[in-house]
């Protein structure tokens, strides 16, 4: 950050302050942030930022005495509220409170922030941003600290291998607030061996604060205590999660040792109740009607949720694509509670046997899934290709859609293959499946042409038995129905591409239908 330049040098300020009330309200107001902490307090003080820069101008740490004279605090109000300020800015990080009592910048002390990586052997790595290398902790200074704990750190010399060592200054984030672990009750006392090997140190847990636990039950405990040197943190047990070798255990460990938020908030399921099963007629208002379209979606035996559906027809020599997604946008309204929690979850998570949703279930495996035979919303992408597998012409519009079947990779694959019990069911689909394939192979040409590489990995399925344990795993047979899916997707996003490149250009073309030809 850029301060302004001081009109009053340090050396002098301390001569002048004392009878020169003029000066102090001179200098009060060459804080840049002062009418920030004008509006946030009634009898504001200097904001960090100015504070920072007085002990920075200087050159040398600074008891709070002589912080308070430089920055003209005199009333008992302040000077309580400085004390603050300075302690909350040493918990932050900001300065450093050293043996003599001064306050330092830690880059003047040449200390590190940065994320402490725990290892299974007791010692632990420094990530420092902005540096290439982790900075190494050894196990004596590791008991001071978690894995995953924000820390200031100063250089320590090299140890005997040559690495980097770093003692810890203090602790600026406990960023660890729960712990998954097993519970033992040994000789009276009570504690958890956390199930994350780098996290080396047991939580004890006081008894009243055991909560029912049985020896050896997968327990979460939060911390109550973070330790100082050398003494083991101290924890309540918050949840029992059940035996260790219970069925989908280990998701459930997962799912707290990464933080994967797998409740919705009170006020999300408050919020999805409004919505029913049926798409509301007044959200279909305004959309294309693809309804009678036989759109299809194309998944793998155990999907859960159907994002995108296809359908193609013969155009002239080439041919007409409609890939339809998804479209949450009348759901998830910007900035709603929805949306919120959306992008705090980031994602969807999938496990082997289990997902956890980045939205509630009514969405993701409902009104926001192209499910068979009922309406819903979705953005669709309609295109033209030419025989030659070439992208002529596209257009992105809302609409609203009606899945005519959920097909699988197997079932799509037997049906190009001849299977008659397969294309007699879908009877109707099959001429639309066939133009699919065709396309396909006119885009996968296109592609060898234009020197595109292939991709060909091995994908793996884990087949459980009934009590959720791996019992073998199996290639995933890639066949041709997976790879028209791909293609289909590809030439969508490569219009998609080309459409914002457009708008980038100013050249609003994509939402546009093709003109008719002059004679």
Known sequence: ????PYSVKLSALFKTVKNNDKKRKNLINQDPHYKRELEKYGNPIPSREFILSVIRDNNAPMNRDEILTALSIQNEEQIEAMRRRLRAMENDGQLVF????????????????????????????????????????????????????????????????????????????????????RFFLENGFSYVVPDDSRIGRDILV????????????????????????????????TEILGDNMAKGMEVEIALRNHDIPHKFPSAVEKYVKKFTEEVPEEAKKGRVDLRNLPLVTIDGEDARDFDDAVYCEKHGKGWKLWVA????????????????????????????????????????????????????????????????????DYRFYEAVMNSHARLTYTKVAKMLEGDEELRTRYSTLVPHLEELYKLYQALLSARHQRGAIDFETIETKFIFNAMGRIERIEPVVRNDAHKIIEECMILANIAAANFMENIKSQRYIAFMPPRAKKN
Not at 137 to 148: A, E, K
Not at 329 to 358: C, I, K, Q, W
Not at 372 to 388: F, H, T
């Open 325 to 392: 997604i998804a479209d949450v946008s009348y759901y998830v309204r910007l900035r709603s509670t929805l949306d919120v929690e959306a992008h705090n979850r980031g994602n969807s998570v999938y496990f082997p046997n289990r997902v956890v949703p980045m939205l509630p279930e009514i969405l993701s495996n409902g009104l926001c899934s192209l499910n068979p035979q009922v309406d819903r919303l979705c953005m669709v992408c309609e295109m033209q290709i030419s025989a030659k597998g070439k992208l002529t």
């Open 1 to 4: 950050m850029h301060y302004p």
């Open 98 to 181: 050293t043996k003599r009592k001064r306050y330092a910048l830690p880059e003047k002390l040449d200390l590190f922030k940065g994320t402490v990586i725990g290892h299974r052997e007791g010692f632990g790595f420094l990530q420092v941003d902005g540096k290439k290398d982790d900075l190494f902790i050894p196990n004596h200074q590791m008991q001071r600290v978690m894995h995953g704990d924000f820390v200031l750190a100063q250089p320590a010399g090299l140890d005997r291998r040559g690495r980097r060592e770093v003692r810890i200054v203090r602790v600026l984030e406990s960023r660890k607030k729960q712990i998954v672990g």
């Open 206 to 237: 006081p008894n009243e604060h055991r909560n029912g636990a049985r020896m050896g039950q997968v327990v979460v405990v939060e911390l109550q205590e973070r330790s100082a040197s050398f003494n083991q943190p101290i924890g309540v047990i």
